[in-house]
């Protein structure tokens, strides 16, 4: 069964009684939504999941977003699951032959890697993610040899990962992540690297991996989370691999199917995912960005090996600039809008800042964008400029012509800001909340507290717009520790420690004397 949405609007004629006091009548103004259940249509054999039904996902799950904190209960909450299980179904890519058989004939034919080459299992380009930009920027700095192995949805997708110009003259190669089993059983890696967010593009590449890791291999594997809370990736994964998802949330931490599922509350419990994700798969170690991300997978796995790296900043991708105003001011909030990120807070300080500085202008630029916006009146004319679903050349741009960014946060999830470390790449001035990993870097951004209020963060944001250049030192030492190549050298310092010994060469078989 599923979920069958359509609209009604209510007639504006309904009697004064129904519209006076009464919940009815905020529907005058919004569409009802009526759930009818009816059968689902089975997908074609090796349809692909089309951009048309992603988009529509993103827009009712923005929706959704929106009214999250004047709506709840637990058919909402199904309502959310059934939306999820849905995208789960979409993310599982079909069977790319191209790329599966390309990528087997190159691991066969090709020249062995050398003995320090790492497997790294990670979304790449053309995927238009901070992880898959962030992997490619930093294994193209890596001093060892990389072999990347990714999921690509169809062939042109795979040749341009194949023949993207970024990794022209380096020691990484690229392969679809299906000729894994191949690789690791032909070539004597030293270590498998995961890297993973909590996001829906990764739900392939988890399936794949579990499934490999279901016949152990002798080569050490180290996940690298972005994210340390998983929860919605693991509810994908489980949905992708027809597992019910609340089953295995009593089976592995004993929560009662019964309760309302919310992911964050969860998270503040210390029940993060990974030991649904990661359970009886032997991973060595986990690798994380900031020592908050340390502490979340220390609190739900405690005797995990856990290494602190950090996001490197990476160089900028804009390939030209945006145009600005004569006298602009112009502040930047990137990345999904949202009330964990406290977007509401942001617009009203943005318009406290529009009283003093009337050419104040508020960039919101990263997914969803578009329908927050709708949803909240955010107009052109006030001063805003939306910038849905950029692409990393676009957003790269947008964030060398802002003046200040803001970034704030609820609640610490303890995630890396792919946004916040641009903004320092670029050398501009940053308010964030004070929590998580932002709490590490207070030598190089504004603190603010994390409850506070739209004045309290408008007079950071103008005290910050006169004081831009006193913190410009600490952020060139910050790009110098936080560059790529660093991040190379620490990681394979830390590969070093569970480097499988390098196999022996194999003896020949005696020859028969009989022959």
Same mark, same amino acid.
């Given at each position: 069964?599923?979920?069958? !949405? %359509?609209?009604?609007?209510? $007639?504006?004629?309904?009697?004064?009684?129904?519209?006076?006091? *009464?919940?009815?009548?905020? *529907?005058?103004?919004?569409?009802?939504?009526?759930? @009818?259940?009816?059968?689902?249509?089975?997908?074609?054999?090796?349809?692909?999941?089309?951009?048309?039904?992603?988009?529509?996902?993103?827009?009712?799950?923005?929706?959704?977003?929106?009214?999250?904190?004047?709506?709840?209960?637990?058919?909402?909450?199904?309502?959310?699951?059934?939306?999820?299980?849905?995208?789960?179904?979409?993310?599982? %890519?079909?069977?790319?032959?191209?790329?599966?058989?390309?990528?087997?004939?190159?691991?066969?034919?090709?020249?062995?890697?050398?003995? *320090?080459?790492?497997?790294?299992?990670?979304?790449?380009?053309?995927? $238009?993610?901070?992880?898959?930009?962030?992997?490619?920027?930093?294994?193209?700095?890596?001093?060892?040899?990389?072999?990347?192995?990714s999921t690509y949805a169809t062939a042109?997708?795979?040749?341009?990962?194949?023949?993207?110009?970024?990794?022209?003259?380096?020691?990484?190669?690229?392969?679809? !992540?299906?000729?894994?089993?191949?690789?690791?059983?032909?070539?004597?890696?030293?270590?498998?690297?995961?890297?993973?967010?909590?996001?829906?593009?990764?739900?392939?590449?988890? =399936?794949?991996?579990?499934?490999?890791?279901?016949?152990?291999?002798?080569?050490?594997?180290?996940?690298?989370?972005?994210?340390?809370?998983?929860?919605?990736?693991?509810?994908?994964?489980?949905?992708?691999?027809?597992?019910?998802?609340?089953?295995?949330?009593?089976?592995?931490?004993?929560?009662?199917?019964?309760?309302?599922?919310? @992911? /964050?509350?969860?998270?503040?419990?210390?029940?993060?995912?990974?030991?649904?994700?990661?359970?009886?798969?032997?991973?060595?170690?986990?690798?994380?960005? $900031?020592?908050?991300?340390?502490?979340? #997978?220390?609190? /739900?796995?405690?005797?995990?090996? !856990? @290494?602190?790296?950090?996001?490197?900043?990476?160089?900028?991708?804009?390939?030209?600039?945006?145009?600005?105003?004569?006298?602009?001011?112009?502040?930047?909030?990137?990345? #999904?809008?949202?009330?964990?990120?406290?977007?509401? #807070?942001?617009?009203?300080?943005?318009?406290?800042?529009?009283?003093?500085?009337?050419?104040?202008?508020?960039?919101?630029?990263?997914?969803?964008?578009?329908?927050?916006?709708?949803? @909240?009146?955010?107009?052109? /004319?006030?001063?805003?400029?939306?910038?849905?679903?950029?692409?990393?050349?676009?957003?790269?741009?947008?964030?060398?012509?802002?003046?200040?960014?803001?970034?704030?946060?609820?609640?610490?999830?303890?995630?890396?800001?792919?946004?916040?470390?641009?903004?320092?790449?670029?050398?501009?001035? #940053?308010?964030?909340?004070?929590?998580?990993?932002?709490?590490?870097?207070?030598?190089?951004?504004?603190?603010?507290?994390?409850?506070?209020?739209?004045?309290?963060?408008?007079?950071?944001?103008?005290?910050?717009?006169? =004081?831009?250049?006193?913190?410009?030192?600490?952020?060139?030492?910050?790009?110098?520790?936080h560059s790529p190549e660093a991040f190379?050298?620490?990681?394979?310092? !830390?590969?070093?420690?569970?480097?499988?010994?390098?196999?022996?060469?194999?003896?020949?078989?005696?020859?028969?004397?009989?022959?």
């Amino acid at each position: 069964m599923c979920w069958r !949405i %359509t609209r009604r609007w209510r $007639s504006p004629a309904m009697s004064s009684r129904r519209r006076c006091g *009464s919940p009815a009548a905020w *529907s005058r103004a919004a569409p009802e939504l009526r759930f @009818h259940e009816t059968t689902r249509r089975p997908r074609p054999a090796g349809r692909p999941p089309t951009m048309f039904l992603l988009r529509k996902y993103r827009k009712l799950r923005a929706k959704i977003r929106n009214i999250r904190r004047t709506l709840d209960g637990t058919r909402f909450v199904e309502l959310q699951a059934h939306l999820d299980a849905a995208l789960a179904e979409l993310k599982v %890519t079909p069977p790319n032959p191209f790329a599966t058989s390309h990528s087997v004939a190159r691991l066969t034919e090709q020249e062995v890697p050398a003995p *320090s080459a790492l497997a790294v299992l990670s979304s790449m380009p053309p995927a $238009s993610t901070g992880i898959a930009t962030c992997t490619l920027m930093t294994v193209r700095a890596a001093r060892f040899p990389v072999d990347v192995f990714s999921t690509y949805a169809t062939a042109s997708d795979y040749l341009l990962g194949l023949t993207d110009r970024r990794l022209a003259g380096t020691a990484v190669r690229v392969f679809d !992540i299906t000729a894994l089993p191949l690789a690791l059983s032909r070539h004597a890696y030293r270590a498998q690297i995961v890297t993973l967010g909590n996001s829906a593009h990764h739900v392939e590449q988890m =399936r794949q991996f579990r499934q490999c890791r279901r016949f152990p291999n002798d080569v050490p594997v180290l996940v690298h989370l972005h994210d340390p809370g998983l929860m919605y990736l693991a509810s994908l994964v489980l949905a992708a691999e027809k597992t019910n998802f609340r089953d295995a949330l009593w089976a592995t931490y004993g929560i009662d199917p019964r309760t309302p599922l919310d @992911h /964050e509350e969860l998270e503040e419990q210390g029940v993060c995912g990974l030991r649904l994700l990661f359970a009886g798969l032997g991973v060595r170690a986990f690798l994380v960005n $900031s020592q908050a991300a340390a502490a979340m #997978v220390r609190r /739900e796995l405690p005797a995990a090996d !856990i @290494h602190v790296l950090f996001h490197p900043l990476l160089p900028s991708a804009a390939e030209g600039a945006v145009a600005r105003p004569p006298g602009a001011f112009r502040i930047g909030n990137f990345g #999904v809008p949202h009330p964990r990120k406290r977007t509401e #807070v942001v617009t009203a300080a943005f318009r406290l800042v529009r009283e003093r500085v009337p050419a104040a202008r508020l960039v919101i630029a990263g997914y969803d964008a578009a329908a927050y916006a709708a949803a @909240h009146g955010l107009a052109a /004319e006030a001063g805003y400029e939306i910038h849905d679903a950029p692409t990393d050349e676009t957003f790269d741009a947008l964030i060398e012509s802002v003046d200040i960014g803001v970034q704030l946060r609820e609640r610490n999830r303890g995630e890396s800001s792919g946004p916040f470390t641009r903004l320092l790449q670029a050398g501009k001035p #940053v308010i964030v909340s004070d929590l998580g990993s932002f709490a590490e870097h207070r030598d190089v951004a504004r603190m603010v507290d994390p409850g506070c209020g739209p004045e309290e963060l408008a007079a950071a944001i103008l005290d910050e717009r006169s =004081r831009a250049t006193e913190r410009r030192p600490a952020v060139a030492a910050l790009r110098e520790a936080h560059s790529p190549e660093a991040f190379c050298r620490r990681l394979d310092e !830390i590969v070093a420690l569970y480097a499988a010994p390098p196999a022996p060469p194999r003896a020949m078989a005696a020859a028969d004397p009989r022959s």
